[in-house]
């Protein structure tokens, strides 16, 4: 998967009961989203999707084919790649600026948002099944044969890594200049590969992966909170950048093959697969459920913006849009019985951590970030709410190391008596 954009300093999530709680919306359980098809207008496999926000976004495929979207994929229209290859990967840094890599070592870059594709010359024959940038100079793309690559000048040229590194290496991930990771496989292999980067891709360190099943599919959040997938349901996940992982067993799914992962922050991911299958989890990988696709299409990749909003693509053309399930009339469970304020997570934290609350009736509510000296550093929320659960994710960048408070006041709406007011601490540690 890919270098994920940062989100924006004030991020809310509207959630209408806690994670650990299950509401009848129709049929479904909170935290999923439905998935509906898109018309591609082509049968071609479809195999790497990447979007910079709801509505931008690309996909590559077989046979050079490179689709575009302005509005969420409603239309779909064809860029002209001017060959013939398949399509492996397409990843963008901007509206203007990506690139495309595939068979026979194929690496195509625009810079006007895919009027037009320039080849680049990536010095092999081997096939590059993805490719990761952290700016608009320097990226890393890898594929069969051990191959990896790196390009410093916006992939005009491409140096390969030496080391002893799998035959095949899938997936490739940055977080920010410094840290990345890539999935690989090898046959007859005892133990599964990660190759970890801290130097932007210069040099890579080989970490085994306690199963002899392929990997096929990386994806971070941050420098620590990473996920890779496999063959026949394997999903781990890394709370330590990496150097450990840990299999998720709680998949409730066909035992499929997942080939993309994609998480929209450290609580909120997707997996996708063999027979069209998608599963998905809202605790970070503690428990994974089932989620109908409504094909029985291999798919190849899927990417998500937000906890909501993604995509999926596939064979013969398939492409699925993922939105919020939730409907307000379809909901049979009653809203929270009381008010409360909810412990940030994580804590401590660098740079970012969530705050949530939950509110019994509709009120006017407030939610300030205070430091040590009283002084207002933040405001999170100044208006009126329905009642439910909210959760905010504030980002502390900017500021110093230390203690910091968070105001949580509530004033009820429709003449309801009684207002409530707490104050939490919270640790910013860099």
Known sequence: MNLKNLPSTFLRTFLFLPIFLVLSLAGVTFGEVTWQQQVSGITNE????????????WIAGNTGIILHTTDGGEHWNRQTSNTSRDLRCIFFMDPDTGWVTGALGIILKTTDGGNSWIPRNSGTVFQLLSACFTDASTGCAVGTGGLILRTTDGGTTWLPRTG???????????????YGWAAASESGATASTILKTMDGGETWQVVNVPTFWPLFSIDFVDRNTGWVVGYLETIFRSVDGGNTWIEETGISTTPESFYSVSFADDRHGWAVGYGGVIAA???????????????TDILWDVYFVNSTIGWAVGEHGIILKAAPAVNLDDIHSNYPEKVTLFANYPNPFNPATHIGFQISDPGFVSLRIYDVSGKEVAMLVSEKLSAGNYDYNWDAGGLASGIYYYRFHVTPAFGISGSFTQTRKMMLLR
Request: hydrophobic share 40%; net charge negative; aromatic share 12%.
């Open 46 to 57: 479809l195999r790497s999707v990447f979007f910079l926000d709801e509505n931008i976004g």
């Open 164 to 178: 002893a590194y799998p035959e095949d290496i899938t997936g490739v991930d940055f977080v920010d200049s410094l």
């Open 281 to 295: 989890t809202v605790s970070g990988g503690d428990l994974w459920t089932a989620q109908a696709s409504g094909t």
